[in-house]
């Protein structure tokens, strides 16, 4: 009985989420578009052992 609950909340969880999802995709009226690239975010660097900003001369990326 216990897995048949489960079972169900993880459909229902994965049925809730679905279009939610899929919303960042469509334009004002609704059509399907494509999705925007996200840009990489920058890594993290390192200069002397400790965290620096990847634009400071001698930081290596982490």
């Known amino acids: 009985m216990r897995k048949l609950i489960l079972a169900a909340s993880v459909l229902a969880f ?3 989420t679905a279009p939610a999802v899929a919303a960042p995709c469509k334009d004002a009226k609704g059509r399907f578009t494509k999705c925007p690239t996200v ?3 920058a890594g993290k660097c390192r200069l002397n052992g ?3 900003k990847c634009g400071t001369p001698g930081a290596k990326p982490a």
């Open 14 to 16: 994965a049925v809730g």
């Open 50 to 52: 400790k965290f620096a």
């Open 39 to 41: 840009a990489p975010k």
